[in-house]
C-alpha cells in the first residue's frame, strides 16, 4: 500500500500533556492532539512522499528498484491517466445538445463579439436560431452592450470559437479543456498536499466523475473558468510553501548526526527569495476575479492562508519572534506578489475595452469620463479611461448587489451540499421515434441536462468536510487546514447574499476541494502503513467500495448530465428529490 493521508505527521514542535494549557487538555478528550515533534526538522518543513511498501510490491513480484522507478513514474503517469479519462468524457460528442443551452445565450454570443470586437455587443432576440441554422456567418451588430461581468472567461469561451467556429462545440471547446486540465491539476496538487499518488488520483478520479463539474465542463458559462484559475493559485501557492520550507531547511544548521536542527537567528532573519510560485498564483488570481468577482474573496483567504503557512514554518524551524519574522522579511513581498499583481493582471484583461474609440463607437461607458462624466471633482487627479472603468464598476457592483429577480432556479447556500435544487439547462420532451426516442418508449421521452453533483460524492463530501474541520482544529493538520479554507472561500460568501439571486452551479469553484476531502477521508479510512494488514485490507475495501459506489451514481444519471432522450419513466426515476424537478 502507498502512505495515505494520515501517515505523515506534519504537526509542530508542543509542551508534553501535562505542560500544555488546561484548555488544550480538556479538548484531548475529542481527540486534540496538539503538534508533536520530531527529530529532523527537514522532514517537518517538507515532508517526504510515500516510499512504496515492500509487502506490496514483493507481492506483486517487483523488486525494490523496480517498484521505486515505477513509484516515480506513477508521480506523473497515473495523473495523465487519469486527465485522460476525464477528458475522454468531456470531449464525448461535447456539440450535443446542438442548442444554445442556459446561458450560453449570453455568454457565447459576448464572447464571439469580444474576440472581434473588444467589448460585448447588443445582439438580437432571435439570432439564436439563426447561428445554429447558419452555422455561425452572422453579422456582429455594432452597439454597446451593458454586462455585468469582466472579460476573461468571455475571452477564453471566445478562443475556442476562433478554433472551431462560432457554434455549440466551438463555445464549449475551452471550458471543456479548462475542465479536464483541472483535473489534472488536482492530481497534482493532491499528490503534494497528501503526499501520495494514489490519493491525489483518487482526489482527480473524483472530480472527474462528478456531475456538476462535468456538466460545467460541458457549458460554455463562467463559473468553470473561474474554477480553474481559483485550482491553479491554489496549486501555485502549495508549491510555493514547499520551495520557500526547503529553501528555509537549507539554511538551518545540520548536526553531527547529519540532522537538520531548529535555530532561532536562522528562522527570524532568514530570507525566503523572490518566490516566483506565489506571483504566479497572483497571475492566477488577478485572473479569477477578471473572470467573476466572488474571485475577491478567494484572493483574500489565499493571502492569509499564505501568511499563516509562512509563520508556521518560521515556528517549525525555531522562530523566537515568528509572526515579526513574517512581518519584516515576508508579509511586503506577499502583499506585492498578489495584491498588485492581481490589480495589473486585472487591469490588463479590460485592454480590448480600453483601446475601443471613444467617440460613442467602442465599448459601453467607455465615453463617460469625456461626456456625463466631465464635470467629475476626480477629473483632473485621473485619466478618463480610469474614471469610465470606474464608473462602469461602479455600476456593475450596484447591479450584483440589487439583483434579487426571483428565478425558477435560484436556491439558498444553505441547500447546495444536499444538492437541493439543480439547475436545469436545457430540457427537451421528444415523442417516440423523434430526436433520439426510443420507438417503443411508451408515453415520451425526455432529454435534459441537469447542473447536479454526483448525489453520493457529495453526501458523502458532506462527512469528509467535517472530517477536514475536525482534523484541522484538533490535529492542527495544515492540509486539512488548506482544504477546508479553499471550499470556504468559494462558499461562504454566498450566506451573504441569501436575498439575491444566486444558483447551486456557484458551487463548482470548491467542488475540486471537496474531492480532495473526500480523498483525505478515504486516506484516513485505508490507515497509516504502520497499521496492521488486516486494518489496512479491510479500509482499503471500504473506500474502494465507497468509490464504486460514487462510480456507479455517475454512470447512473449520465443520461441527465448529456442530454440523452430516455423514456420519461426513466427519468422520472432519477428525480430522487421533488426540487430536482
Given at each position: 500500500m502507498t502512505s495515505t493521508a494520515s501517515s505523515t505527521d506534519t504537526r509542530h514542535d508542543q509542551a508534553p500533556p501535562d505542560q500544555r494549557p488546561a484548555w488544550q487538555q480538556r479538548l484531548r478528550r475529542f481527540g486534540y492532539a496538539g503538534r508533536a515533534g520530531g527529530d529532523d526538522v527537514r522532514e517537518r518543513l517538507v515532508p517526504?512522499?510515500?516510499?512504496?511498501?515492500?509487502?506490496?510490491?514483493?507481492?506483486?513480484?517487483?523488486?525494490?528498484?523496480?517498484?521505486?522507478?515505477?513509484?516515480?513514474?506513477?508521480?506523473?503517469?497515473?495523473?495523465?491517466?487519469?486527465?485522460?479519462?476525464?477528458?475522454?468524457?468531456?470531449?464525448?460528442?461535447?456539440?450535443?445538445?446542438k442548442a444554445v443551452i442556459f446561458d450560453e445565450t449570453y455568454y457565447a454570443k459576448d464572447a464571439w463579439a469580444l474576440v472581434h470586437r473588444g467589448f460585448e455587443v447588443n445582439w438580437d432576440k432571435n439570432v439564436n436560431e439563426l447561428i445554429l441554422s447558419n452555422g455561425g456567418n452572422v453579422p456582429i451588430p455594432t452597439d454597446a452592450a451593458y454586462v455585468v461581468h469582466p472579460p476573461v472567461g468571455k475571452y477564453v469561451i471566445g478562443l475556442g470559437e476562433l478554433m472551431f467556429g462560432f457554434d455549440p462545440f466551438g463555445w464549449r471547446f475551452m471550458t471543456a479543456v479548462l475542465g479536464t486540465l483541472s483535473v489534472l491539476l488536482i492530481c497534482r496538487i493532491g499528490r503534494r498536499l497528501l503526499r501520495s499518488t494514489f490519493l491525489g488520483c483518487v482526489a482527480g478520479a473524483l472530480l472527474a466523475i462528478d456531475g456538476l463539474h462535468f456538466v460545467m465542463s460541458r457549458t460554455a458559462l463562467l463559473d468553470g473558468v473561474l474554477m480553474f484559475f481559483v485550482v491553479a493559485a491554489f496549486g501555485c501557492l502549495v508549491v510555493d510553501r514547499d520551495k520557500a520550507r526547503a529553501r528555509l531547511a537549507a539554511a538551518l544548521p545540520v548536526d553531527a548526526d547529519g540532522r537538520v536542527r531548529p535555530d532561532a537567528r536562522t528562522a527570524d532573519t532568514a530570507f525566503l527569495g523572490l518566490r516566483p510560485w506565489r506571483w504566479a498564483a497572483g497571475v492566477m488570481l488577478g485572473l479569477a476575479v477578471a473572470t467573476k468577482w466572488n474571485g475577491l474573496y478567494v484572493l483574500a483567504a489565499f493571502a492569509v492562508m499564505t501568511v499563516l503557512w509562512d509563520v508556521g514554518a518560521r515556528k517549525v524551524a525555531g522562530a523566537r519572534h515568528p509572526y515579526l519574522a513574517v512581518l519584516k522579511y515576508d508579509l511586503g513581498l506577499a502583499f506585492v506578489a498578489l495584491v498588485p499583481v492581481m490589480v495589473v493582471t486585472y487591469?490588463?484583461?479590460?485592454?480590448?475595452?480600453?483601446?475601443?474609440?471613444?467617440?460613442g463607437t467602442g465599448g459601453y461607458y467607455r465615453n463617460w469620463a469625456a461626456t456625463d462624466g466631465r464635470e467629475s471633482a476626480w477629473g483632473w487627479l485621473f485619466p478618463d479611461w480610469l474614471r469610465s472603468l470606474w464608473h462602469y464598476e461602479s455600476q456593475v457592483y450596484q447591479f450584483h448587489v440589487d439583483l434579487d429577480s426571483p428565478h425558477t432556479y435560484q436556491s439558498n447556500p444553505w441547500s447546495w451540499l444536499v444538492l437541493g435544487r439543480p439547475v436545469s439547462y436545457y430540457y427537451e420532451s421528444p415523442a417516440p421515434g423523434t430526436g433520439g426516442c426510443p420507438v417503443d418508449a411508451g408515453e415520451k421521452c425526455a432529454s435534459e441536462v441537469l447542473a447536479l453533483g454526483t448525489?453520493?460524492?457529495?453526501?458523502?463530501?458532506?462527512?469528509?468536510?467535517?472530517?477536514?474541520?475536525?482534523?484541522w482544529f484538533f490535529r492542527r493538520d495544515w492540509r486539512a487546514g488548506a482544504i477546508a479554507c479553499a471550499i470556504a472561500a468559494g462558499y461562504v460568501p454566498w450566506f451573504l447574499y441569501q436575498e439575491r439571486t444566486i444558483f447551486l452551479f456557484y458551487a463548482v469553484v470548491f467542488v475540486p476541494f471537496l474531492c480532495l476531502a473526500v480523498a483525505m477521508l478515504l486516506g484516513a479510512l485505508i490507515g497509516p502503513p504502520r497499521s496492521s494488514e488486516g486494518r489496512r485490507v479491510a479500509g482499503a475495501t471500504g473506500a474502494g467500495v465507497l468509490v464504486l459506489l460514487i462510480a456507479w451514481n455517475f454512470i447512473y444519471f449520465w443520461p441527465i448530465y448529456t442530454g440523452q432522450s430516455i423514456p420519461i419513466d426513466d427519468w422520472r426515476s432519477r428525480m430522487w428529490l421533488d426540487t430536482w424537478v
Open positions: 517526504p512522499y510515500a516510499e512504496p511498501s515492500p509487502r506490496l510490491w514483493a507481492a506483486l513480484g517487483f523488486s525494490h528498484g523496480t517498484a521505486t522507478r515505477l513509484v516515480r513514474w506513477a508521480g506523473w503517469g497515473g495523473p495523465l491517466l487519469v486527465t485522460l479519462f476525464a477528458g475522454v468524457l468531456r470531449f464525448w460528442n461535447l456539440g450535443s445538445p487591469l490588463t484583461t479590460w485592454l480590448g475595452w480600453l483601446l475601443s474609440p471613444t467617440d448525489p453520493m460524492l457529495w453526501w458523502v463530501g458532506i462527512f469528509a468536510l467535517a472530517y477536514v474541520l475536525w482534523r
